[in-house]
Every structure is written in C-alpha cells, then in structure tokens.
C-alpha cells in the first residue's frame, strides 16, 4: 500500500533538493552560481528570508500534533502515552525557532555587511604596508 505524501512533506522533500543544489552552486572559487558580490548579496538575503518563516512553520507543527493529542488520536507504537513525546516535541520545537530566528538575523547581518562590497574594474592584489 502506498501512502501520498502530504504538501508539507513534498515542499520539504523539494527544499532538501534545493539546499543540496544551493550547496553546489556554493563550492569556491565563485561556484557556478556565483558571478559577483551581489549574487551572495542577494544568496544571504533570500535565505535571511527563507529562515524567518521556519517558526511559524514549526509553531504549526507543534500546534497541529498538540491538537491530536487533546483529541485522544496519537499513541506511542505499543499504544503507550504519547504525551511525554509530544512534550519533547514541543521544546525541540521551541529550540528550533529560536535558532532559526538567530540564523535569519545573522545572514541579515551578513547581507548587510555586503551591502557596498563589489568587484573593482582591475584586480589589485593588495600587500601588506
């Protein structure tokens, strides 16, 4: 019997796919998918962005196992109590969201930083004084 996966599932399935090609296009010297300054610019802030929407994607997990707990509809496999697990679930969540805050705020910085940063019309290699 096969099971369809849920949006979510798929979504993530896809993001995995994604940050494994992001990974690539990252490799030094410049990746492939590197041309300039800008484009880890534009990298840092689309993942900034991408990170700051991770808790509210892992507040509604929490939210809609804790629903099913309440609703008597979870049991740990061997039919024990799934609470203590949903609970576990719950701080790791939390966790997470507080990470994932930390990291959209630091590639924010990053970005930042890079805002004036491009390339110079001729290569200059710069020695010390």
Request: aromatic share 6%; proline share 5%.
């Amino acid at each position: 019997m096969t099971t369809e996966k849920s949006a979510a599932v798929e979504l993530t399935d896809a993001m995995t796919a994604l940050v494994r090609v992001l990974v690539y296009a990252t490799v030094p010297p410049g990746g492939p998918g590197f041309t300039q300054p800008g484009d880890a610019h534009a990298t840092l802030g689309n993942l900034s962005t991408a990170t700051m929407g991770l808790p509210q994607a892992f507040r509604q997990i929490d939210e809609f196992l804790t629903g099913l707990l309440a609703d008597g509809r979870l049991q740990v496999d061997g039919g024990s109590n799934a609470a203590p697990r949903v609970i576990e679930v719950h701080s790791a969540l939390e966790n997470a969201a507080d990470y994932a805050n930390a990291l959209s705020a630091a590639l924010g910085r990053a970005q930042a930083a890079l805002e004036s940063v491009s390339l110079r019309d001729s290569f200059q290699a710069f020695a010390p004084a």
